[in-house]
T-cell receptor
Framework: SQKIEQNSEALNIQEGKTATLTCNYT??????LQWYRQDPGRGPVFLLL?????KEKRKERLKVTFDTTLKQSLFHITASQPADSATYLC???????????FGTGTQLKVEL | DVKVTQSSRYLVKRTGEKVFLECVQD?????MFWYRQDPGLGLRLIYF???????EKGDIPEGYSVSREKKERFSLILESASTNQTSMYLC?????????????FGPGTRLTVL
């Protein structure tokens, strides 16, 4: 069956450092992989989407990579700030009007 | 910007009560979804709908039903609330024409069943 793995342990980093979050998937051949941010008590918010034929995608301080051979996506936040503290969810998808399956998310805490 | 609203942010109900959670989206999306989210379990899909009056079961439909009479509105119904349905409920919508399945979420309803 399809499986998505994100590190369930919280990631604690210092302000200004680069945070790197991992999303691994199995039994999937996604055409897209999406990353969402979720703040406590709120709904997830879409951040970035990367296509299977893209190795890397950037948006401001965010960078996402997608390795279809390793079946892995990495999500980087450079120059991290306390305001980046949140839970980050990944969702690989085949696209085409389907439902999404989300990873359980990784909590990021950026400390001063 | 897509806006998805949910009828309540917080709700407290008693065991056995019938509970209605309402979700409205303003972007003419065909697809709408209901999830529940519990610590350590992530987002779990309850029901989804591809069109008006259409519904499909998700991963955990037991104890729930849904209604979609209008394109913009998707309701989740707990026929007889139980304490194990205490959870955060999240509604989302998506546009299948966009092909990427990106979902837009509402703010969530934290339901407590006593």
């Amino acid at each position: 069956s399809q499986k998505i793995e994100q590190n369930s342990e919280a990631l604690n980093i210092q302000e200004g450092k680069t945070a790197t979050l991992t999303c691994n998937y199995t039994n999937y051949s996604p055409a897209y992989l999406q990353w969402y941010r979720q703040d406590p008590g709120r709904g997830p918010v879409f951040l970035l989407l990367i296509r299977e034929n893209e190795k890397e995608k950037r948006k401001e301080r965010l960078k996402v990579t997608f390795d279809t051979t390793l079946k892995q996506s990495l999500f980087h936040i450079t120059a991290s700030q306390p305001a980046d503290s949140a839970t980050y969810l990944c969702a690989p998808t085949t696209g085409g009007g389907n439902k999404l399956t989300f990873g359980t998310g990784t909590q990021l805490k950026v400390e001063l | 910007d897509v806006k998805v609203t949910q009828s309540s942010r917080y709700l407290v109900k008693r065991t056995g009560e019938k509970v209605f959670l309402e979700c409205v989206q303003d972007m003419d999306h065909e697809n709408m979804f209901w999830y529940r989210q519990d610590p350590g379990l992530g987002l779990r899909l309850i029901y989804f709908s591809y069109d008006v009056k259409m519904k499909e079961k998700g991963d955990i439909p037991e104890g729930y039903s849904v209604s979609r009479e209008k394109k913009e509105r998707f309701s989740l119904i707990l026929e007889s609330a139980s304490t194990n349905q205490t959870s955060m409920y999240l509604c989302a919508s998506s546009n299948p024409s966009a092909l990427t399945d990106t979902q837009y979420f509402g703010p969530g309803t934290r339901l407590t069943v006593l």
